[in-house]
């Protein structure tokens, strides 16, 4: 089994080019199911549907929310697919297995009040201060997945002309233009902040650590965590936060939803749709405050 898991992730990211962050989530699902398969004596080749039929139970009973449920089942979905391709099984055990309903659960979002708190709190003195205000106001002004954001390397970035390069999901380049605001801050940590933070180390990293190497996507959370605290903001914050009200802000100003596709990087506009639900709430709420027979 595990040599199969290993040609499968091998397959993912060799022939369909996903990035390391995803395989390394297929990886996890699939020990998860694997470790579910020998703790309950069944073989996940030969007793295929009554593997997974068992191992999505167990998920249900657990009280997994039907978002994770789906991703398993996607995952294995995948696995099979991949294994019957392969010639390994026979038939497909998820051909005909349907995932659960999802709700559609709105993003949260932060309103353009706590957006300024948020970026105000870095003291713009000290070089890790400094370098948390260019890279908050780059979230905020590209809409950057965190992954992509600390995948920069200083290369990306083209202040004279105003835009960065990254590398989203499927190895999609895409070029995004940057803002006065984020322009500024970004040419002030590049000048002022990055070599001290790097002490002499060579690196290609845009931001990096306190010790010179490139900063994690586990650190940029906490960054971020420890600002919305000390900028009062109640709401539970992630970069993700600032990628969906980078999103809904757009909307709400007038971009077009074709664009703020290609800013997010979106393969398919009905993942970009999600946005117009909130800003039609936005509508709804300024109606029913505004309207005498609301």
């Known amino acids: ?5 290993e040609a ?95 709700g559609q659960r709105l993003p949260r979002v932060l309103t353009p009040e706590e957006v300024d708190k948020l970026l105000a709190q870095p003291r713009t003195s000290t070089p890790t201060g400094l370098r948390d205000k260019a890279m908050l106001e780059l979230l905020y002004a590209t809409g950057l997945r965190v ?18 390069r990254c590398m989203g999901k499927g190895s999609r380049e895409r070029i995004i233009p940057l803002g006065s605001v984020a322009r500024h801050f970004l040419s002030a940590y590049l000048a002022q902040a990055r070599a ?15 010790q010179g190497r490139r900063l994690t996507r586990q650190g940029c959370w906490k960054i971020i965590k420890v600002y919305a605290r000390r900028g009062g903001i109640a709401k539970s914050i992630t970069p993700h936060v600032l990628r969906h009200s980078f999103a809904t802000h757009m909307l709400e100003n007038g971009a077009d939803l074709r664009s703020v596709q290609e800013l997010l990087g979106h393969a398919d506009i009905s993942t970009t749709q999600i946005y117009t639900h909130l800003t039609r709430s936005k509508l709804r709420e300024i109606y029913n405050r505004a309207h005498p027979r609301a």
Request: aromatic share 10%.
């Open 196 to 210: 001290r933070l790097a002490k002499g180390k060579n690196t290609q990293a845009l931001f990096i650590n306190q």
């Open 147 to 164: 992954s992509e954001l600390v995948s920069l390397n200083v290369a990306d970035v083209n202040l004279e002309h105003g835009f960065v």
């Open 8 to 102: 499968f992730l091998h397959y993912l990211t060799l022939e369909r080019g996903l990035s390391p962050n995803t395989v390394a989530s297929y990886r996890f699902d699939l020990t998860q199911f694997w470790a579910f398969c020998r703790s309950q004596g069944i073989s996940p080749l030969a007793e295929g549907r009554n593997a997974v039929t068992s191992y999505l139970l167990q998920l249900k009973t657990r009280g997994r929310t039907p978002a994770t449920i789906c991703r398993h089942l996607a995952a294995l979905k995948s696995f099979y697919r991949f294994l019957l391709q392969e010639g390994v099984i026979a038939e497909d055990p998820t051909a005909n297995l349907e995932s659960p309903r999802l």
């Open 1 to 5: 089994m595990q040599a199969y898991v």
